[in-house]
């Protein structure tokens, strides 16, 4: 597995733990009538602080022990062509993902004039493009572009 | 969605081991690439930008056609 594969799954990993245990307290606050900004805000910065202290550590120890073990890093580069495409091309199939997410927050807010609820049904797809796209770039790398 | 086997076939495998068995790496570092892109062109899994193919081919002394061959039925 290269770098890149390992930098992906782990980035898919933290998300899928991070956002999936922010969504199941998303979801017992709503069934208990207490979806508001004062117990989602809370929990939402703390989703974002925790995913960028997993990223920023995962990654550093990837990188890490990609440089000693594999040969890469030691003079050919860590990116190249065939990522930028392999990255582009997931971003572009993710970004219809993204855009029904906007879709049902619209549709969303005009049904239930809810701005937390609609605010979360926006992370919702965002997250599920996020996750989309990591999905596609393993399937990229491992089957080709 | 993407396509799993390229229309282009190549000899870069052949052509490698022609050349005092270069290995993959040597070859990325010379063409600029990483190693496992040299493995998904020399499977088919990727087609190189033109740029990247006529490196290959200068890292061989080849003509692109001797290294690249395009697969008409495909």
């Keep these: ?145 | 969605m993407g396509r799993l086997k390229s229309a282009i076939d190549n000899r870069i495998k052949t052509l490698r081991f022609e050349h005092q068995a270069m290995t993959q790496q040597q070859l990325a570092d010379e063409v600029g690439v990483t190693r496992q892109t040299i493995v998904a062109i020399e499977k088919g899994n990727y087609s190189p930008s033109l740029e990247v193919a006529f490196r290959i081919a200068r890292a061989f002394d080849r003509s692109l056609e001797e290294v690249f061959q395009f697969r008409e039925s495909s």
Excluded: C
């Excluded at chain 1, 049904?121 to 393993?138: D, K, P, T």
């Design chain 1, 1 to 145: 597995m290269s770098f890149r594969e390992k930098s992906i799954g782990a980035s898919l990993l933290i998300t899928l733990v991070v956002w999936g245990f922010y969504f199941q307290r998303v979801y017992q606050h709503w069934q208990q009538g207490a979806l508001d900004i004062a117990n989602i805000g809370g929990l939402l910065l703390g989703a974002v602080i925790l995913t960028i202290i997993l990223e920023v550590v995962t990654q550093s120890v990837i990188a890490a022990h990609g440089a000693v073990g594999t040969g890469e890093g030691t003079g050919a580069p860590r990116q190249d062509e065939r990522d930028r495409a392999i990255v582009y091309r997931a971003n572009y199939y993710g970004s219809y993902v993204l855009g029904a997410g906007v879709v049902m927050a619209v549709i969303a807010a005009l049904a239930t004039q809810n701005l937390v609820f609609t605010l979360n049904i926006l992370i919702m797809h965002f997250i599920a493009s996020e996750v989309f796209v990591y999905l596609l770039q393993l399937y990229f790398y491992r089957r080709g572009l």
